[in-house]
């Protein structure tokens, strides 16, 4: 008896013990029902379903929504408390309607909806909180959807956003008129908001890099008290202004170069107080750059764990390498185990979300471009092991969904529904794709071009790399030059190439156009990287080696003028061409793609044995002395 009393006790007390979550939950947000009735009617007219399905929402902790029919309709009775809206989705999901992308809807038959009449669906979430961080800084469609005017581009997004069940979304503020700002994100957070979703904002303290905005300028981040002052008032303004759950600062003066130490330290929590106070969260991004040491501190990135507890941290890693891989050679390091380590230490301290990157606008994929389905077995591995450790959230970087990318997006978000079991081909699956073709392709792409290192010989080489060679490397690699001087190391890089070049899966299935297209496009750049090689080792026979990587281009251009043609859906976004924007790149991140710029930079560098960095580069000197683009 007087056990069953201490029994009682404890748990008594364990209930008023806030968890590792509730420490560090953002503001209360749930969805509106009305906004998710307009949605519902949207989703039912597109699949001709109009009337055919209803929804009741009954505050409860089941999570769960019970699917009943009768007289040829459906209810949908939904039973869970804040996060309400994502059950719904999640049954409607179930059903068969898929939004793969913001402007692809998948839907299905009602022959096909009325077999789950009588079922009741759980939704059981990985982290509690899961979104998109959109780059904004890079020229992409949400560039012109949330910082030029063009709504419906902005809230095409959100209610893709809603449809899959994420709710956290940030974008980096541009330098441009605070008062545009203001305009532009009004309507697209109030859509955001009322389907729950939780909005924030990225910004620099004194970061100087990418016409990104800040608080201090270069000149006031000297002295402590220009600065604070400075803090103090734009902060203040930017949150007086936008209607935000939380806000994502750039510590240094750029990814790459650190502030004043303690200084820092006093900005962070500056921002955090004064955040607070209006029931925002502040979170700092964690760089994988290097080279930024400090005897007391030590490593600049990691500065946050000397800030008051309400600072949280957003771990950032790059391009297609896990956590735990023990070979990721981004930014001079090795891996990103330091990165995993020092979330893992943070976790319980601060709001901690984990935030990596399934789009690399640099060059090494995007802009190219590459279809790497590595991202798909990387964003699955570590969402699992985020999981297992009690990570709190996840915040995807993202520089855009076109030519193909929206299907490692779209896979990100169905990789926090425990249902799925982060299974990296859930999303090839649900659009019944042939999955032992894409496991051909994904274990031949993370063999050789992750395991073997290939990523490194068939991406091309980011400004960064050939500008500041040894400094500012984005990935490890032997650039062109090297190669050119260097017999062994390219005969290295051939030796790979004719051992890969053999296994290139064979006889795959590909449902989809556009994902096909991108996966020959990939093939293609697999030979012309190739036979580039060969024309720099043979020089009597340069030109007939050049030929044949002409050949493999215009195989690829034909497959990107077919992505152009037939499923480029930002028209007025103009992410295939050059044009004005408020980003530091006056170009959509496609153009490159289209152009097919890299490439035939490549052969005429082979050609003419020119390897500077400013030889048909995609950058003006102009540019990069302006913008500090790289």
């Not at 979550?21 to 509106?32: E, V």
């Not at 904002?201 to 600065?227: C, I, M, P, T, W």
């Not at 990814?255 to 029931?279: G, H, Q, R, V």
């Not at 019944?432 to 071009?449: H, L, M, P, R, T």
Request: net charge neutral.
């Amino acid at each position: 008896m007087l056990m069953k009393k201490y029994l009682l006790i404890i748990t008594t007390i364990c209930l008023f013990i806030p968890t590792a979550w509730s420490k560090f939950d953002l503001r209360s947000l749930s969805a509106q029902t009305q906004t998710v009735q307009n949605d519902l009617e949207k989703i039912l007219a597109k699949a001709n379903l109009e009337g055919k399905i209803n929804f009741v929402q009954k505050s409860h902790t089941k999570n769960s929504a019970h699917l009943s029919c009768e007289a040829e309709k459906m209810t949908i009775t939904v039973e869970a408390g804040e996060n309400w809206s994502q059950v719904f989705y999640y049954s409607l999901q179930k059903l068969g309607f898929y939004f793969p992308h913001p402007r692809i809807q998948v839907s299905p038959k009602w022959s096909q909806v009325k077999e789950n009449c009588g079922k009741t669906i759980q939704w059981k979430t990985a982290m509690k909180y899961h979104g998109f961080h959109l780059h904004t800084l890079h020229p992409s469609e949400w560039v012109h959807g949330f910082l030029m005017g063009k709504t419906e581009i902005a809230n095409d997004m959100i209610r893709w956003m809603a449809r899959n069940q994420q709710n956290t979304l940030d974008l980096s503020l541009l330098d441009i008129e605070e008062e545009k700002i203001f305009s532009y994100l009004k309507a697209p957070f109030k859509l955001a908001k009322d389907f729950g979703i939780h909005t924030g904002v990225v910004f620099g303290f004194a970061f100087h890099q990418q016409n990104q905005y800040k608080l201090v300028s270069l000149f006031d981040s000297l002295f402590e008290e220009r600065s604070l002052k400075a803090i103090d008032k734009k902060l203040n303004y930017l949150l007086d202004n936008i209607d935000l759950s939380f806000i994502n600062i750039e510590a240094g003066t750029s990814e790459f170069t650190p502030a004043n130490y303690e200084l820092s330290i006093k900005w962070m929590n500056k921002a955090a107080e004064l955040a607070e106070k209006k029931d925002v969260a502040t979170f700092i991004k964690i760089h994988t750059s290097t080279g930024q040491e400090n005897e007391k501190y030590g490593n600049f990135n990691f500065l946050p764990q000397f800030a008051n507890s309400n600072v949280g941290i957003l771990p950032h890693t790059v391009f297609l390498y896990e956590l735990e891989a023990d070979d990721a050679p981004m930014y001079g390091n090795k891996n990103f185990h330091h990165i995993r380590d020092f979330m893992l230490d943070q976790k319980d301290k601060r709001n901690t979300w984990y935030y990596p990157e399934t789009s690399y606008f640099c060059v090494q994929d995007i802009d190219v471009p590459l279809f790497f389905t590595d991202y798909l077995l990387t964003r699955a591995n570590d969402s699992k092991f985020l999981y297992q450790n009690g990570i709190q959230g996840q915040l995807n970087f993202s520089t855009g969904q076109e030519v193909g990318y929206w299907l490692f997006d779209w896979t990100y978000t169905l990789l926090n529904n425990l249902d799925y079991e982060f299974d990296p081909y859930i999303g090839l699956k649900l659009l019944g794709e042939d999955v032992e073709s894409w496991k051909k392709i994904a274990e031949f792409q993370n063999k050789y071009f992750v395991k073997k290192g290939l990523v490194s010989i068939i991406t091309f080489s980011s400004l960064g790399d050939e500008l500041l060679e040894g400094v500012h490397n984005v990935l490890k690699r032997n650039l062109l030059s090297k190669l050119s001087k260097d017999p062994k190391s390219l005969d290295s890089e051939i030796a790979l190439l004719e051992e890969a070049i053999p296994h290139i899966p064979k006889n795959v299935e590909i449902k989809n156009k556009e994902l096909r297209s991108m996966w020959k496009i990939t093939e293609a750049r697999i030979q012309h990287a190739y036979y580039n090689r060969l024309a720099m080792k043979h020089e009597d026979k340069k030109e007939s080696y050049l030929a044949k990587s002409k050949e493999y281009r215009e195989k690829a251009q034909g497959h990107i003028d077919h992505v152009f043609n037939n499923h480029g859906r930002y028209p007025a976004a103009q992410l295939f061409s050059r044009h004005d924007n408020p980003t530091a790149y006056k170009w959509g991140y496609a153009q490159p793609a289209k152009d097919m710029q890299y490439w035939i930079r490549e052969e005429e560098s082979i050609r003419a044995n020119n390897y500077a960095f400013y030889f048909m580069s995609q950058f003006s000197i102009k540019e990069v002395l302006e913008g500090w683009v790289f």
